[in-house]
Structure formats: structure tokens, C-alpha cells
Antibody
Framework: EVQLVESGGVVVQPGGSLRLSCAAS????????MHWVRQAPGKGLEWVSL????????YYADSVKGRFTISRDNSKNSLYLQMNSLRTEDTALYYC????????????WGQGTLVTVSS | EIVLTQSPGTLSLSPGERATLSCRAS???????LAWYQQKPGQAPRLLIY???SRATGIPDRFSGSGSGTDFTLTISRLEPEDFAVYYC?????????FGQGTKLEIK
């Protein structure tokens, strides 16, 4: 059974930094591209970033480019999101999601970790 | 960037009825790159349809997707109580992914 468990969400002040983690199990982690998607309270879904199976390719939404860095450790079956220069508009539930292998869809999602940016 | 616009914003129907949800793209989208997700309150999204019309693993056949170009549709043939949720369309392009704003399907 595929499991994705996010952690690291806390309350942080504007301008602060935070690192989210996602522990993966139930599939061959290093075979798949992985994603971060966020959802502001009461709002819709916003794709944030992806990283290829080997970490060699990364992409970001314009809203986080230059501030967030995605990474992975295939030896630990773990995905990360380093978040710097946080803004109040970054407040959201952050989901870790697995790519389905085709590169177009996200077929498994974690339950999310809540990041609140507030003074 | 391709913008996806979903309609209606809210759809009020009764169990047993047919639901038709629309997703319109600001530019043509390859059918291979269009997906639908279901999200229930307090839960993560779940992949329903990929490639515009293929059901994901374990999705009942009352869910179907269709469309091409800029107009795509998710149809639920006969609503079950567990189908009342928010539905999002999503497209892939140039290593970026965008979601529609969602359609809330509520019990009438």
C-alpha cells in the first residue's frame, strides 16, 4: 500500500524558513517523480514543485521560484521542501504527491502538513 | 500559462441524479494531459480520471470523462451519497501543472 506522510508544518513568522519532509513507502520511491501541492485554507489546489526520480530535474511554480527548493533522498525514501523568505500567502496545507509514471498525473497523495505564516 | 475554468461553481443535485461538470481551458490541451480529482472534506485529493477519459485504479464506472481541445467534461451517471465532494480538473504543460478552481457538488 502506498503511503505518503508529510511532516514539518508549523507556525512561522513572515520572512522565516521551514523544511517540510515526506516519508514514502509501499512503492519503489526512486522510480518516480514526486510533487508538492498546496491548498490555502478554504481554497483550491496549487501545484508547487516537482523533482525527477534522480533529483536531476526540478521545476517550480512562479509563485515560489527562488524561495523554495525541492530535494529528495532516495536512500531514505524521503522528499523535502525547503521554504525560505516565507510570506503570509504561503499559508496552506502542503501535500506530497506521487507522479503516476506518465508525468501528467498525481496518483497518490499524503494527508498534508499545515504551514501557517503569521506574525 | 493555461488557465482552467470550471463550471458551475456549485452544483446541487440529489442522489440518483446525473452530474455533469465542465472544465474549459484557455488554450488547447492535449487529452493525454487532462485529469480529474475528487476531494472530500478533510481528505487529500484522489485521482479519478486521467488522459481525459481513463478511470484511475478502483474508480467506479459511474464516473466518466470526455472532451478534447479546450472543453472537457466529468460525468457521474448516477450519484451516490459518497460522491458529494469538490472536483478539480488539472492539466500538464511544459513541466508545470495547473488546477481549475473546483466545482462543489452538494446534496440538494
Amino acid at each position: 500500500e502506498v503511503q505518503l506522510v508529510e511532516s514539518g508544518g508549523v507556525v512561522v513568522q513572515p520572512g522565516g524558513s521551514l523544511r517540510l519532509s515526506c516519508a514514502a513507502s509501499g512503492f519503489t520511491f526512486d522510480d518516480y517523480t514526486m510533487h508538492w501541492v498546496r491548498q490555502a485554507p478554504g481554497k483550491g489546489l496549487e501545484w508547487v514543485s516537482l523533482i525527477s526520480w534522480d533529483g536531476g530535474s526540478t521545476y517550480y511554480a512562479d509563485s515560489v521560484k527562488g524561495r523554495f527548493t525541492i530535494s529528495r533522498d532516495n536512500s531514505k525514501n524521503s522528499l523535502y521542501l525547503q521554504m525560505n523568505s516565507l510570506r503570509t500567502e504561503d499559508t496552506a496545507l502542503y501535500y506530497c504527491a506521487k507522479d503516476d509514471g506518465d508525468g501528467y498525473n498525481l496518483d497518490y497523495w499524503g494527508q498534508g502538513t499545515l504551514v501557517t505564516v503569521s506574525s | 500559462e493555461i488557465v482552467l475554468t470550471q463550471s458551475p461553481g456549485t452544483l446541487s443535485l440529489s442522489p440518483g441524479e446525473r452530474a455533469t461538470l465542465s472544465c474549459r481551458a484557455s488554450q488547447s490541451v492535449s487529452s493525454s494531459y487532462l485529469a480529474w480529482y475528487q476531494q472530500k472534506p478533510g481528505q487529500a485529493p484522489r485521482l479519478l480520471i486521467y488522459g481525459a477519459s481513463s478511470r484511475a485504479t478502483g474508480i467506479p464506472d459511474r464516473f466518466s470523462g470526455s472532451g478534447s481541445g479546450t472543453d472537457f467534461t466529468l460525468t457521474i451517471s448516477r450519484l451516490e451519497p459518497e460522491d458529494f465532494a469538490v472536483y478539480y480538473c488539472q492539466q500538464y504543460g511544459s513541466s508545470r501543472y495547473t488546477f481549475g478552481q473546483g466545482t462543489k457538488l452538494e446534496i440538494k
